[in-house]
C-alpha cells in the first residue's frame, strides 16, 4: 500500500452498493514487536481468512492516523449489493478493523465513524439486522455502555425528517442492544469525518443524536448497530448514504 494512502473513489474502480468507511479515534500504544505489515494487508489478509472479501466487500485502502491525531486507523471497502434479506455488512467490518488494529497495538477506543451505503439497501419493510441481535442476550450485564450517536446526512434533510421515526422503532422492537433513552434533532457535533464531502454527500449537518447505552463496547456490537440503524433508516424512505459516530460518553475505553 502505498505511503499517502488516503480515503476516496477511485473512478476506474468496480461498480458497488457504495464505499462503506470506518474511521477509529482514540489512541493506540504500538506492541514493541509487531510485524511490518500495513493496515491494508492485514485487513486484505483478514477479509481473506474470514471469507468476507468479493463476497461481502472489495477491499479498497486503509492506512493510521498520523502521529499525535486521535484518528487511529481508517479503512475503506466497496459493499458488494445487500440482499433483501441482509443488513449492511457493518458487524463483520467493524470486527475485522478490531482485529487489524489489535495486531498493530492496543487500542483505547473512544469513538467510531461509519458511512453507511444505504443507497444500497433495498426497501424493505424487514428488519434484517435484528436476527443478529439475539448474539448478545447472553453477554456480562456490566457491560453495557453508555454512549452518544449521532446519525447525519450530510447535506440531505433525510434524517431530521425521519428522526422521530427513527426513535420511535428503535424503542418498539424487541432487542436491548441499543436502549434509546432520549433523542435530539441536531445535538451533538462529532469530529469532521476524514474525507471530502464529494465522497458521500457532505458537509455533514443533518443530523439526529440518540444518547442510549449500548450492550457492550466491542466491534461486534458498534457493527450491529450501524446494521440496525441503516435498516431503520432505509424503511424510512432514505435513500442517501449517511455518517454514523458512535462514542462513548464515560470516556476511552479499551479493546
Known amino acids: ?23 477509529l479515534y482514540g489512541s493506540l500504544r504500538p506492541h514493541p514487536e509487531r510485524g511490518s505489515r500495513d493496515p491494508y494487508a492485514l485487513f486484505h489478509d483478514r477479509s481473506v481468512a474470514m471469507g468476507w472479501i468479493d463476497g ?46 489489535a495486531r498493530i497495538g492496543r487500542l483505547g477506543l473512544r469513538a467510531v465513524q461509519v458511512l453507511l451505503p444505504v443507497q444500497g439497501l433495498e426497501p424493505s419493510p424487514r428488519t434484517p439486522s435484528m436476527f443478529a441481535a439475539r448474539w448478545f442476550d447472553d453477554r456480562d450485564p456490566r457491560s453495557r455502555t453508555p454512549v452518544r450517536v449521532t446519525l447525519d446526512s450530510g447535506r440531505a434533510t433525510s434524517v431530521p425528517e425521519a428522526a422521530g421515526a427513527l426513535r420511535d422503532r428503535i424503542r418498539q422492537l424487541h432487542q436491548d442492544v441499543f436502549v434509546c433513552e432520549s433523542s435530539e434533532v441536531g445535538g451533538h457535533e462529532p469530529p469532521a469525518p476524514p474525507f471530502d464531502d464529494g465522497f458521500w ?5 443533518q443530523r439526529v443524536t440518540f444518547e442510549g447505552t449500548l450492550a457492550e463496547w466491542s466491534p461486534d456490537a458498534l457493527g450491529w448497530l450501524g446494521a440496525f440503524l441503516g435498516d431503520l433508516a432505509a424503511q424510512q424512505g432514505v435513500t442517501s448514504p449517511l455518517l454514523l459516530t458512535v462514542s462513548t460518553i464515560e470516556g476511552e475505553e479499551p479493546l
Open 201 to 205: 454527500n457532505g458537509p455533514p449537518g
Open 56 to 101: 461481502l466487500w472489495g477491499m479498497n485502502d486503509a492506512g493510521l492516523g498520523d502521529p499525535g491525531s486521535s484518528l487511529v486507523a481508517w479503512f475503506q471497502v466497496g459493499a458488494e449489493a445487500v440482499p433483501g434479506d441482509r443488513p449492511l455488512p457493518v458487524q463483520p467490518f467493524l470486527r475485522c478493523a478490531g482485529d487489524v488494529v
Open 1 to 23: 500500500m502505498p505511503t499517502d494512502a488516503h480515503p476516496g473513489l477511485d473512478p476506474a474502480g468496480p461498480r458497488t452498493a457504495g464505499p462503506m468507511f470506518a474511521a
